[in-house]
């Protein structure tokens, strides 16, 4: 079906093909495809059914017109077709269910439109002109100028410092405000709220990508992944808690090289125990972003998530972001933490409950749904400081000149002692 990053038609195939229920609806469209230049006898009865059957074994035309009115359960149905629907096919859907929730499920699946029956002519015309138009379109890479893939893994040090939060907003910078083709890949199975997040049905994408490494291409990305918008597409998963990730990480490695290939950004919510068994997964990584809370524990695991990343990953540039700060009641001042990590922190983000809460309450991005908050401008800073990562010169993580022991030392030394807690308890 039509894949976001990858417009146009495919040479060698039929123009347009359709597969409708009722004979009223082919009398109505065999004159407009006359008109259109087409060939009329590509016009058939049989509906969805029909075309998943031809379609698994032809070629599917360019332009592709289905019925939906005999199916009971359309996104399912719409799934089926995908299975044997070539990349590029534009495909339009007609049907009697008059649900705008249905529409929106429909194009979020990869349809171009979906006409409610019944339509005029005229209606039918305006759409196969704008599948059409959709078709010829030059393709929306720039050919002559060549930008690099960006891909940006975000890590937390602790979990709810908001790791999420700031690469669903990342994700949607780079896809809506910075306009480059942009997948969002959270790699929490069990638990992740990447979808959620952003209003979306999780989808068994990345579930069936682990299962199944050897499928994974092109074609796999495009059915696999959830729209989110024009620009950005979502691969997540909700698996269930009794079924253990049983993979030797390969579909890790593999998804990365396909969206190399198909998008100009990749945002990686990458849970931290996972370095742990698959660490070749930040081994491509252009930049790192590291979420903390100005905390003890997110001091401690900071200085070890830079350790392991000047290791494994010494290619990818380093960001330091803390998060969620509040002016008056942080356990480490700024100056103190970034003493203890030996660097400095590149991005400060103010706590906003309530751009948190609204962001929660509409299905949207934190920098969609608060864009006049200060949070949202210091993720919109980061997301600037991240795509120049690729051709600034400087490296992200500082050299370590003191052993892990003795920056656990230092930060012990930050926090008030037993012995003077118990002197000012008996004043």
């Known amino acids: 079906m039509n894949a976001p990053w990858k417009p146009g038609s495919v040479n060698g195939r039929e123009p347009f093909a359709a597969f409708v229920c009722d004979e009223d609806t082919l009398e109505m469209l065999r004159p407009v495809v006359e008109e259109m230049g087409w060939p009329i006898d590509k016009c058939s009865r049989g509906g969805l059914r029909n075309a998943v059957q031809t379609l698994s074994v032809s070629a599917s035309p360019n332009i592709l017109l289905v019925d939906l009115s005999e199916s009971g359960d359309p996104l399912n149905d719409i799934n089926s077709l995908a299975e044997v629907c070539e990349p590029g096919t534009v495909v339009i859907a007609m049907g009697q269910v008059n649900d705008v929730r249905l529409y929106r499920d429909l194009i979020v699946s990869g349809l171009q439109d ?32 060549e930008k690099p893939h960006v891909s940006t893994a975000v890590i937390g040090t602790r979990g709810g410092v908001g ?54 291409d092109g074609l ?7 729209k989110a918008n024009d620009k950005l597409s979502l691969l997540s998963a909700e698996a269930p808690i009794n079924s ?27 849970p931290r125990d996972m370095l742990i068994n698959y660490p070749h997964l930040l081994g491509d ?22 350790s392991w990343l000047k290791s494994h990953a010494a290619q990818s540039k380093v960001y330091i972001v803390a998060n969620k700060v509040q002016t008056h009641s942080t356990e ?42 200060k949070a949202s401008a210091r993720i919109a800073e980061l997301t600037d400081i991240v795509l120049g990562s690729v051709d600034a010169g400087e490296g ?18 930050l926090l008030p002692s037993k012995k003077l807690n118990e002197d000012a308890a008996k004043v």
Not at 117 to 133: N, T
Not at 220 to 226: G, H, L, Q, V
Request: with cysteine.
């Open 332 to 373: 480490i001042g700024r100056q103190d933490f970034e003493s203890s990590i030996e660097r400095k922190i590149d991005i400060m983000i103010p706590y906003d409950p309530k751009a948190a809460a609204q962001s929660a309450k509409l299905g949207q991005a934190l920098v969609e749904s608060g864009k006049a908050s």
């Open 114 to 145: 979906y006409l409610l029956k019944p339509f005029s002519p005229e209606q039918l015309r305006d759409v196969l002109s704008h599948a059409q138009a959709v078709l010829n379109a030059p393709k929306s890479d720039d050919q002559h100028i």
């Open 163 to 216: 790791t999420s939060t700031i690469a669903t907003s990342m994700a949607w910078l780079l896809s809506n405000d910075r306009e480059r083709l942009t997948a969002l890949l959270d790699l929490d199975v069990h638990f992740g709220t990447g979808a959620l997040a952003l209003d979306l049905e999780p989808g068994r994408g990345l579930t069936d990508a682990i299962d199944n490494p050897s499928r994974i």
């Open 244 to 270: 253990p990730i049983m993979t030797d990480g390969s579909a890790f490695f593999q998804l990365q090289e396909e969206f190399r290939a198909a998008f100009d950004c990749t945002v990686i919510d990458l």
């Open 285 to 306: 990584v252009n930049a790192t972003v590291i979420v903390t809370e100005l905390t003890l524990a997110s001091a401690r695991d900071c200085i070890r998530l830079l």
């Open 220 to 226: 796999f990305i495009e059915r696999a992944m959830i």
């Open 396 to 413: 992200g993580d500082a050299d370590g000149k003191k052993s892990f022991m003795n920056k656990l030392s230092d930060l012990k030394s």
